[in-house]
């Protein structure tokens, strides 16, 4: 694993990075991509648009593979998660007396756009996180003939939980319920196939786990709903005839593409386009095998370190993710991450604890370093 970080990746030597569930660093292949890239815009301008179209659309058949969607044509890229769920939302048609079921702890992106459809006599239902082995079970309790969509996170983002998805999506297929899925703590670290979990939709940014930049992100529709989705963001590069300007009869695109307005990122296509190579070639399956041995390396050694920390993280292996959050008894969490930071160690304060989060990447000794980091932190 510390191989790959030397070839694959630029960290400085001093930086142990641990906090690929907010935002990652880039592989070296995406650097370089941009760099080219930005050299070409300075060069040519877009003299050569038609190549990084083709680009853009490897990224898309990156994406597709990776969560097992059956074509390119139900990808599209957009803003960010939170754009791609607002567009769902925002997209349905609701009746007064209809309810959202969620799960309480959720990010605020998947919270706050469904409280907002209150405004259309929505009702919000939070189902509280009581067990872990029986939570899908409670969510889906939770639902009623009224229910017209559930939405998770196929990971929770402060606590590293894994959702067990097919499970809800059974239950929302057998009740007619839609099923919206926050996947963002997922895509490029734990496998994820749309098929088998049953999602209606799904949103997920790319710079996390698929280690490219902010601002591209991933919604996927279940194509036999596309048409469902109201449309309100217009313009020339969502229609079936983008490139003719002056038509005056036009539809929405057939394909996913419609949910596209304008101009394209395709700087960050091509960062993310090189990202996604990566993760790729190393495959899902093995990322998260090294995902799993170095998060229950973490979970081991902070255990005998520091047993006055509280795990709160689940240590059901078949709940567990990219995401290991310890509370630090009575210290502050940001306290202590501003003191890791500078002892070059990266790392969050979420869900009132310090959350660590590796990638396949990052080896036992990194883990040890950021331990002896945190015993001094504490020590001070
Ligand atoms: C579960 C989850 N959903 C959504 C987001 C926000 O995503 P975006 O910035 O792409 O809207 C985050 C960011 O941390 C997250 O953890």
Redesign the pocket.
């Known amino acids: 694993m510390g191989i790959l970080r030397n070839t694959e990746l630029l960290l400085d030597a001093d930086v142990v990075y641990l906090n690929h569930?907010?935002v990652a660093p880039w592989p070296r292949r995406a650097v370089v991509a941009v760099q080219r890239f930005a050299e070409t815009c300075g060069k040519r301008g877009a003299a050569d648009y038609p190549r990084w179209l083709e680009v853009e659309l490897r990224l898309r058949q990156r994406l597709a593979r990776l969560i097992n969607a059956r074509s390119t044509d139900d990808i599209a890229l957009v803003k960010?998660?939170?754009?791609a769920l607002s567009m769902i939302a925002y997209g349905l048609q609701w009746r007064p007396g209809d309810n959202v079921v969620i799960f309480e702890g959720?990010?605020p992106?998947?919270r706050l756009v469904w409280e907002s459809l209150t405004r259309y006599g929505v009702e919000l239902r939070e189902v509280p996180l009581r067990t872990e082995d029986r939570r899908e079970a409670e969510l889906l309790a939770r639902c009623d003939r009224h229910t017209r969509l559930v939405s998770v996170?196929s990971v929770q983002?402060a606590t590293g939980f894994r959702t067990d998805l097919q499970t809800i999506g059974e239950g929302c297929r057998r009740r007619k319920i839609l099923f919206c899925v926050?996947a963002?703590?997922s895509l490029g670290a734990v496998p994820f196939d749309v098929e088998a979990c049953g999602a209606d939709f799904v949103a997920a940014?790319g710079?996390?786990w698929m280690l490219g930049p902010?601002g591209l992100?991933l919604l996927w529709c279940r194509p036999e709903l596309r048409e469902r989705l109201q449309l309100h963001e217009l313009g020339w590069h969502m229609t079936d005839r983008p490139g003719d300007f002056e038509a005056r009869q036009w539809r929405p695109s057939a394909t996913a593409t419609r949910f596209e307005c304008g101009s394209p990122n395709l700087l960050a296509a091509h960062a993310l386009e090189a990202s996604l190579s990566l993760i790729e070639e190393i495959g899902v399956t093995q990322i998260y095998e090294n995902i799993l041995s170095i998060t229950r390396y973490i979970m081991e050694n902070a255990k005998s370190r520091f047993p006055e920390m509280e795990l709160i993280s689940p240590r059901a292996e078949d709940r567990r993710s990219g995401i290991v959050t310890l509370r630090p008894g009575d210290a502050d969490p940001e306290a202590l991450r501003r003191a890791l930071l500078g002892c070059g160690v990266v790392c969050a304060a979420r869900g009132g604890g310090l959350r660590f989060s590796p990638h396949f990447y990052n080896a036992p000794g990194e883990i040890d370093l950021a331990l002896d980091a945190l015993s001094r932190c504490r020590a001070r």
């Not at 960010?80 to 754009?83: F, G, I, L, R, V």
């Open positions: 569930a907010a960010n998660t939170s754009e959720e990010f992106s998947n996170s983002y926050d963002i703590q940014d710079h996390k902010e992100a």
